[in-house]
């Protein structure tokens, strides 16, 4: 979805049938719509440890999710467009806010740093040990923070020592290099196999016939 198609299924109210797709975010007449300020576990992530077993949260809040709302009628207000071009906004069914319902029964957090609509109801479904408040449970933004982590590491396996430059090929076969800290370097990942490479410097990258990312 292109970021002039999400500003104009902002631009007014979504009205329609409820999708699941996750605790904190669901689908309207086909539209993503991410749910504002709350913060729901990943489908892949699990709770547990500290002498508790493991078990899929994620899923789990998802399914509870789709037991109070799949299928019903919500009106959504929008609120922002987010970096994935989802509409965030404020839904709700028969009147009453979807987020803040996820939020008190424990099946979503309170995202702080997006507002405080749900602060106090995240604090009293915890001193109630409702839903994932029950159980060691790791932030989902942490979460995701971690699995980041991971993947960038993964990624720069098989980088000789010192060059850390990647040389990507795209799609269209276009030859492009990422330097750390770029938006996408983490995600890049070479294949040598594929004509991709690591580069030691931009000299040599563009020596090559590479041009740097634009991001």
């Known amino acids: ?5 999400g500003a104009q299924i902002a631009a007014s109210d979504i009205t329609g049938t409820v999708h699941v797709s996750d605790a904190d975010t669901i689908r309207i007449n086909g539209i993503p719509i ?30 509870e999710a789709q037991v109070m709302f799949q299928g019903r009628v919500a009106r959504c207000e929008e609120v922002d467009i987010d970096k994935y071009y989802r509409v965030v906004a404020r839904c709700f069914v028969d009147g009453q806010d979807m987020g803040r319902v ?20 995240e604090k009293a479904a915890a001193i109630a040990d409702r839903g994932l408040h029950a159980t060691q449970i790791v932030a989902p933004e942490q979460f995701r923070a971690h699995a980041r982590q991971a993947r960038a ?14 040389g990507n090929i795209s ?19 070479i294949r ?12 040599e ?6 041009r740097m990312a634009r991001d």
């Not at 709350?38 to 789990?60: F, H, T, V």
């Not at 590491?153 to 990647?166: S, Y």
């Not at 040598?192 to 000299?203: H, V």
């Not at 990258?205 to 590479?210: S, T």
């Open 1 to 5: 979805m292109s970021a002039v198609f």
């Open 34 to 63: 991410r749910l504002h300020a709350i913060d729901a576990p990943e489908s892949d992530q699990r709770c547990g440890g500290a002498n508790q077993p493991q078990w899929q949260c994620g899923l789990w809040s998802k399914s």
């Open 102 to 121: 996820l939020v008190q029964n424990g099946l979503a957090f309170a995202y702080r740093k997006y507002g405080l609509d749900y602060d106090l109801d």
């Open 153 to 166: 590491k993964w990624a720069l396996a098989g980088a000789p020592v010192g060059c850390l430059i990647k």
């Open 171 to 189: 799609r269209k076969g276009a030859r492009i290099f990422h330097v750390p800290g770029q938006k996408w370097y983490d995600e890049t990942r």
């Open 192 to 203: 040598p196999e594929q004509g991709e490479r690591w580069f030691c410097s931009l000299e």
């Open 205 to 210: 990258a563009r020596k090559a016939g590479w």
